[in-house]
């Protein structure tokens, strides 16, 4: 199995930032694409960024500019630094991982249980 456990979330005020990370663990043999999604109140899940296991990275163009995805291979682990935070940032984030596993073949996609960000206006 492949747990993924976030943290970093919490509340804060308009203007401020925060860094979230997620760090996998288990029957892990390598990880291809690890990505942050948010979820609103009332709305749909939605990609915030991602970065594949090369490097690659791509941004939801509301938050481009403001943050920052990056991983550490050899932890595990992906971080979203975001930056500049407004009140329409609030949401649930959540982790997100495809993985393969050392046992298992093929890949998994892994979500993480969520934590909470809240901008304050």
């Known amino acids: 199995q492949v747990q993924l456990v976030e943290s970093g979330g919490g509340l804060v005020q308009t203007g401020g930032s925060l860094r979230l990370s997620c760090a996998a663990s288990?029957?892990?043999?390598?990880?291809?694409?690890m990505a942050w999604y948010r979820q609103a109140p009332g709305k749909q899940r939605e990609l915030v960024a991602a970065?594949?296991?090369?490097?690659?990275?791509k941004y939801a163009n509301s938050v481009e500019g403001r943050s920052t995805i990056s991983r550490d291979n050899g932890k595990n682990t992906v971080y979203l630094q975001m930056n500049k935070l407004k009140p329409e940032d609030t949401a649930v984030y959540y982790c997100?991982?495809?993985?393969?596993?050392?046992?298992?073949?093929?890949?998994?996609?892994?979500w993480g249980q969520g934590t909470l960000v809240t901008v304050s206006a």
């Open positions: 997100n991982a495809v993985v393969e596993m050392k046992v298992v073949p093929g890949y998994l996609e892994v």
């Open positions: 288990g029957d892990i043999f390598s990880i291809n694409d």
């Open positions: 970065i594949s296991n090369s490097g690659i990275r």
